[in-house]
């Protein structure tokens, strides 16, 4: 609707000033959603409505504006399937779910959908503009699915295959799969998810998302885009994000993963690595090695962190290779950029705790990998920091701290751009380049063969405090090179650091994902 408001403009002049207000369609309906129908008893907006039960509520068809409440606790049997929208939303009037206070949808096992089609708690497949929105204290969750509970399936929460312009957000989603025993080898992990994705407009944040096997399944296709993961608790998971695609070539994105926390693998480890982990894993497969074109994959603000488990691959994993049987995530004019992370490992990592291998990662391309922080507390001589090599199309590697591992930094015949960055406490084979390996005794050799690090420094220790963040007399302060002409298109978020805190526009700039003590980990909402 239009609203005509008058404003005075000095003593005789009258403005007439249009504002457009958005109000849903005369045609849109609030609903209830409730285990039995009849009166509801409980909840806060659910209370003393009229509700439906999911059965009723899948013959309704959806239009632009409609609002459906799910009222406390809904049970479904093993392997149900319990919401499945009819009819699509429109641009500012989506079809929403609320969940009333407290509000959970629960069965031992939802049901799968690994080729597409209805699964899960909530099935958006093939629609478009559905928003999911827990308010805070809405939950989906399986009750005995896992390595010591009575099923051992396949599962998800919400199937969201080919839906555009689809949201969810500040919702809970827990114990897809609880998986605790080593020996437990049997299941799929890959088809136990919170979420599976493809479309373009897609939008998950502010949710906590924990016990699944890959909790984001974001297959895409080509043409999706716009994908934005943000602000989630993401955690006792074999994959965090899986970023996959099935075609060569095409174009898609861009794809967003910022301000997310990522942790805990440990529980998914087995005596034959039957999983590897990844918070982060990219790749394209049955393409035989012939990758996809991504036009922007922006990681950044993020923390990943332990316990990372026996079988980590790392926390960010962009595969490579080339050839029949390879997968490589990207192809070499893909912008792939990386800054303001916080990798931390508490266990050897033989790939990386960020392993880069394939994309381009230089500003010409709106990539690199700029401003984050590496720290491992495995113990001198266990691990790798930041690993990159011929896959990869070059690499910008400006104004990182690194500390711990005993490869800081490994590379292997690709161009590779490195200064201003800060490392401390390596192995006897803390630097890594064309098959040559020099401690910290032979940093100025390390200089030579990558042909930069000029500015960089080897120090005995970063000076972090015990929030990762570097305390007074630091020697990452003031070391780091003024990247304020990187920040627009995919890298404007750059000019503040992990915790928000702006960097100076004139002047050094501090090394590492956070400007000083008491500047993060921050998360901010939209």
């Keep these: 609707m239009k609203k005509l408001i ?8 009258l403005v007439v000033v249009v504002v457009v207000m958005k109000t849903p369609p005369a045609s849109a309906t609030t609903r209830y959603i409730a285990q039995s129908a009849g009166t509801f008893g409980g ?55 609320r969940f ?50 009575a099923y051992h399936q396949k599962t998800e929460a919400i199937e969201g295959d080919k839906c555009n312009h689809c949201t969810v957000e500040n919702l809970t989603i827990a114990n897809m799969y609880v998986h605790t025993l080593p020996s437990d080898t049997t299941e799929e992990a890959s088809a136990q998810r919170c979420i599976s994705v ?52 095409g174009s898609s994105g861009p794809f967003i ?8 693998y440990a529980n998914w480890d087995t005596g034959k690595n039957t999983y590897h982990h990844d918070g982060i894993h990219c790749f394209t497969s049955e393409t035989d ?52 992370n916080v990798a931390l490992g508490d266990q050897a990592d033989p790939d990386g705790l960020f392993g880069l291998f394939s994309g381009n990662y230089t500003p010409a391309h709106g990539g690199g990998v700029y401003n984050n922080t590496f720290i491992s507390t495995a113990g001198t001589g266990a691990g790798v920091c930041f690993s990159a090599n011929s896959d990869t199309s070059g690499v910008s590697f400006e104004n990182n701290a690194l500390s711990g ?28 380049c064309q098959g040559n390996f020099y401690g910290a005794a032979a940093f100025s050799s390390w200089k030579k063969c990558v042909g930069g690090d000029s500015h960089s420094s080897y120090q005995g220790s970063l000076g972090l405090n015990s929030g990762n963040q570097p305390q007074p007399g630091s020697p990452l302060t003031g070391k780091g090179s003024n990247l304020s002409s990187l920040c627009s298109g995919p890298l404007a978020s750059l000019c503040s650091d992990a915790g928000g805190t702006r960097r100076p526009s004139k002047g050094a700039w501090t090394v590492g994902a956070y400007s000083a003590a008491g500047s993060g980990p921050g998360r901010t909402r939209d």
């Design 6 to 13: 008058p404003v005075l403009a000095g003593a005789a002049a």
């Design 43 to 97: 909840g806060t907006a659910c209370k003393g409505q009229t509700a439906i039960t999911p059965a009723r509520f899948n013959w309704v068809r959806n239009v632009p504006g409609d609002v459906n409440y799910i009222c406390g606790t809904i049970s479904g049997d093993a392997g149900a399937q319990l919401l499945r929208p009819r009819g699509n939303g429109s641009a500012g009037h989506p079809v929403t779910f």
């Design 100 to 149: 009333d206070t407290g509000a959970i949808l629960e069965a031992p096992y939802f049901a799968p959908s690994p080729n597409g089609g209805c699964g899960g708690a909530i099935c958006l497949y093939g629609l478009s503009y559905y928003t999911v929105d827990g308010r805070n204290t809405g939950t989906i969750r399986n009750t005995a699915n896992g390595t010591e509970l």
């Design 198 to 249: 493809s479309g373009s407009d897609w939008l998950i944040r502010h949710n906590v998302m924990h016990d699944a096997g890959w909790c984001l399944f974001n297959d895409f296709n080509d043409g999706d885009g716009n994908v934005v993961i943000a602000d989630n608790t993401i955690y006792d998971m074999d994959h965090g994000w899986m970023l996959a695609s099935q075609v060569s070539g």
């Design 257 to 264: 993963f910022r301000n997310n926390t990522v942790y805990g």
């Design 289 to 340: 090695g012939s990758p996809a074109h991504i036009t922007l994959l922006a990681i950044y603000n993020n923390v990943f962190k332990g316990p990372i488990g026996q079988n980590a691959t790392a926390h960010i994993f962009i595969e490579g290779g080339s050839g029949p049987g390879s997968t490589p995530c990207a192809d070499a004019t893909s912008g792939i950029a990386v800054f303001n």
């Design 405 to 432: 591992c005993n490869q800081l930094v490994e590379t292997h015949g690709i161009p590779f751009t490195a200064d201003y960055n800060q490392y401390a406490n390596g192995g006897d084979n803390a630097f890594v």
